[in-house]
C-alpha cells in the first residue's frame, strides 16, 4: 500500500478501524453494538463498502463478535493460513480491498454450514434494510 493511500484511509477510518482492517488488529470482545445486533439489512466493509454480510446469516455465538454461518456470497471473502500468534486459523479478509475482518471457525451452527465467521465489528458498516410499510 502506498504511503498516500495509507494516509487516506487513516483519515477515512477510526482508528480502530484501521487497526483492525489494516494492522490485523482484533478489537476486544462485546464492544462492538454488532454483537447483539439482530437488525435485517447488510454488512459492508468499513474500507472498501463491498457487501460481505447479511443478516439472514447471523448467529448469537456467544463469543463477544459477531458471527455469521457464510458470507453474503462465494466471492465476498477471501481465507488465508493465519499461523500468528502460535496458532493456526484461517484468517477472513474482503475479497475486493483485502481488509483484515476476523476469522473462521469450524464449530458452527451445524444445521447449516458448520462455519463461524467471527468478525470484527470495527471492520463493518451496517445498512438497514429499508422499511416498505411507508
Request: glycine share 8%; no cysteine.
Given at each position: 500500500m502506498s504511503d498516500?493511500?495509507?494516509e487516506t484511509l487513516r483519515e477515512k477510518l477510526s482508528p480502530l478501524a484501521y487497526q483492525v482492517t489494516?494492522?490485523?488488529g482484533t478489537e476486544r470482545p462485546f464492544t462492538s453494538s454488532f454483537s447483539e445486533s439482530w437488525h435485517e439489512g447488510d454488512y459492508h466493509c468499513v474500507v472498501c463498502d463491498a457487501l460481505l454480510f447479511e443478516s439472514g446469516h447471523q448467529f448469537n455465538a456467544g463469543c463477544g463478535?459477531?458471527?455469521f454461518d457464510a458470507?453474503?456470497?462465494v466471492e465476498a471473502v477471501a481465507e488465508h493460513?493465519?499461523?500468528s500468534h502460535g496458532m493456526i486459523r484461517t484468517e477472513v479478509v474482503c475479497h475486493n480491498c483485502g481488509a483484515h475482518l476476523g476469522h473462521v471457525f469450524p464449530?458452527?451452527?451445524p444445521k447449516s454450514t458448520g462455519l463461524r465467521y467471527c468478525i470484527?465489528?470495527?471492520a463493518l458498516n451496517f445498512l438497514?434494510?429499508?422499511d416498505v410499510s411507508d
Open positions: 498516500n493511500n495509507n489494516q494492522e490485523k463478535w459477531p458471527s458470507p453474503a456470497s493460513r493465519d499461523v464449530d458452527g451452527p470484527n465489528g470495527a438497514h434494510e429499508p
